[in-house]
């Protein structure tokens, strides 16, 4: 698993997540496409308001690399307002969500856990344009993340599992 995350990261096509304030604990790993680095690169930035909602979405992913306790949906359809990450319908595909909710527009960053407390971020959609609940947007997104990991670990499928504890090691609340 090391081999092929490393692999990716050579490559380029994945980028390590590192806490904005040095010496910030790393307790959990995040990964972010190339794609979806291109697109937090402050250079890039043409909408100040978008630009200002992407800082936002970086001290998520603080959030998440710190170790901060963070609510976990593990059912797509019936999990708290709160929850930080939640599984997407139907959850044997291994996807995720990152609920980054405030303020407006929401973002959710798809990607899935290649082992415990290792995330990777695939893929990034306002949540506005994804729909309703069971709205195909959903579906559409699910693919695009799935076709993303099978190009980055062909023959590796995400991590799946039942429990809380089958993605996190700590500081993880079902919701």
Sequence with gaps: MH??????????????????????????????????????????????EFAYRLGLLEADFDR???????PVGMEPYDKGDNAFMARVDPAKYGIWTIRSVAPRPG???????????????LTVRKRAE????????????????LAHWDRLFPETPPLTGGKLDDYFTEQAIAV
């Design 3 to 48: 081999t092929k995350l490393s692999k990716q990261v050579t490559a380029g096509e994945l980028v390590p997540w590192t806490p904005a304030l040095p010496g910030d604990p790393c307790k959990r790993t995040l990964f972010i496409t190339k794609e979806i680095n291109d697109e937090m690169d402050p250079d890039t930035w043409i909408d100040e």
């Design 64 to 70: 998440y690399i710190t170790g901060d306790k963070i």
């Design 130 to 145: 994804l729909g309703g609940r069971g709205d195909r947007r959903w579906n559409t997104e699910r693919e695009n993340a």
């Design 107 to 121: 973002l959710r960053v798809f990607g899935a856990f290649i082992a415990t407390d290792i995330f990777i971020a």
